[in-house]
Structure formats: C-alpha cells, structure tokens
C-alpha cells in the first residue's frame, strides 16, 4: 500500500508508534522514526530495518516546535520527499479531579499532546505542499470525543487534537494534503500498564468496551496504513474511533 513512500512517525519507540512503524515497513514504506527515548527508538528503527526497509531514527521532543522542524529538514534532505505522517507520541498525565490537577502536569500534557502536533503539522504540511500532497494521520483517543474522570489535561488536549485536524484539513484538502484522526479504545501498551495491574480496573476497561476486551497496537496500525495510503483518497478531516464499540453506547 506505500511502496516507495517515505512516512514519519512520532513516539515511534513503544507502543502503537513501533508498531505503525513496522506495519507501514511491511507495507513498502521508508521510515523516519522520532522519539525522547533513544534507545528504544534505535530499537525500533533496527526492527524496521530486518524487515528490509530503510529506517532513519531521530532523538526528538514532540512538544518542541525546534525538534519537528529539524525532524522534516532531515527527512527532506535524506529522502527529498514527506508523503506520510502519524503524530503519535503523547503522555497520560497526572490522574487527579480538576480542582486537584497539578498545573505543571496540565501544561506539560497540553505541551506534548496538543502543542506538540499542532507544531508537527505546522512543519509536515509545509514539506507534504511541496511535494504535491501527503497525507497526516494524528493520534487522538476515544477521550477526544467523550469525557474520562480525573484525566482534564488527556481528555482536553485529545478533543483539542480533533478540532485542530478539522481546522487544517479544510484549509489544505483541495492542495492535496488529507489531515485525519484516529480515535484508540485502550490499547495493551506500556502508557496504560500501570491501569492494568490493578485487576478491578483492569475489569472495569475491558467491560466499557462492548467486544468484552482491550485492543491492541496492530489494530491502530492497520487503520493508520490504510489511511496513509492513496486507498483513503477522498478522506480527509475524519475521526475514526477504532474502540471495540467503547463510543457506541
Ligand atoms: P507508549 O507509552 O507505549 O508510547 C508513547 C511513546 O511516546 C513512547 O515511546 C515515548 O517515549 C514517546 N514520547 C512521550 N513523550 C514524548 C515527547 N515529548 N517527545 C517524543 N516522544 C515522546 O504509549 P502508546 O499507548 O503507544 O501511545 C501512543 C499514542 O496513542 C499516544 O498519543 C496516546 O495518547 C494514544 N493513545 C493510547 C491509548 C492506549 O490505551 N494505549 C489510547 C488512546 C490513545
């Protein structure tokens, strides 16, 4: 679905990052791969490349406006194009009521997971016209669409996430750029393990999703694939919850 598209994605160090990198490799894709942690993200990059892709690894803050635009002018230089990006990288914050929230959490949430793909799409869109179009695939949550109790900073920043991809998909679509969201159920990654070992909440996540369990990285994969491909063609400014059913009730 990408042969010899070069796609960039952030976070790509665990998670559903790794696993969009090595799922857009199987797929043809050359890859840039950007994360804080260096080790994990050579890692990744390393896996990218036993599957016999070319994988360019980047150390980069997701919530520094400096990091994504060296990020882009490395990939331009090495590879001349951007046909692909999935801002992924995010945190999950303090878990606190409102009234409770340390303010240096909200602003480092809002900082990373909001600000931070506002500045990656500020750059990306900017390479992606250059070369005729591409297409952005920005990781929001099912919490962009419905609330979550004691996360304020995740649950505004992911809505924010939403509005933010509507607002730049209307204003590039017709230049061939196609700006989208994905909406995760609770994925089995590392950000929610510390969720997990506690087995009552455990229970309480797998039972808000109707399918009865947690999702799973190569499910969000799939969909950010498809959508990085010239097979979403007419898709742009969407929100695609991939959830078990969590938002259907
Ligand atoms: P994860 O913790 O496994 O991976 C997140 C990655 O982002 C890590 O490699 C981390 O080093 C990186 N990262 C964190 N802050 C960064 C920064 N400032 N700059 C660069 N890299 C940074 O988490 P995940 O579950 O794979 O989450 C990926 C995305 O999916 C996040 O945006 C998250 O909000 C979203 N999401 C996850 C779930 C879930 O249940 N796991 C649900 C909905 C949405």
Request: hydrophobic share 45%; charged share 15%; with cysteine.
């Amino acid at each position: 679905m990408l042969k010899d598209k070069v796609a960039l994605v952030t976070g790509a160090a665990s998670g559903i990052g790794r696993c969009v990198a090595l799922t857009w490799a199987r797929e043809g894709a050359r890859v840039v791969l950007a994360d804080l942690n260096e080790e994990q993200g050579q890692e990744s990059a390393a896996l990218v490349r036993e599957l016999g892709a070319e994988a360019l690894y980047l150390r980069a803050d997701a919530g520094s406006p400096a990091d994504h635009e060296a990020l882009v002018a490395l990939t331009m230089r090495h590879f001349g194009r951007l046909d692909a990006a999935c801002n992924n990288a995010g945190i999950g914050g303090a878990s606190a009521p409102t009234a409770d929230y340390p303010l240096d959490a909200w602003e480092q949430v809002l900082r990373v997971n909001l600000s931070g793909v506002f500045y990656a799409c500020k750059y990306q869109i900017a390479a992606m016209l250059q070369g005729g179009g591409g297409s952005i695939i920005n990781m929001a949550s099912i919490l962009g669409a419905v609330g979550f109790a004691n996360s304020a900073a995740y649950t505004a920043a992911k809505h924010g996430v939403l509005g933010l991809t509507k607002a730049a998909a209307l204003e590039y679509s017709a230049r061939g750029v196609r700006i989208n969201a994905v909406g995760p159920g609770f994925i089995q990654t590392p950000m929610i393990s510390g969720l997990e070992q506690d087995p009552a909440t455990h229970a309480a996540l797998v039972a808000a999703h109707p399918m009865g369990r947690l999702g799973q990285p190569e499910e969000i994969a799939e969909l950010v694939a498809w959508l990085a491909s010239d097979r979403a063609s007419f898709v742009t400014g969407a929100y695609y919850p991939v959830d078990g059913g969590y938002l259907a009730r």
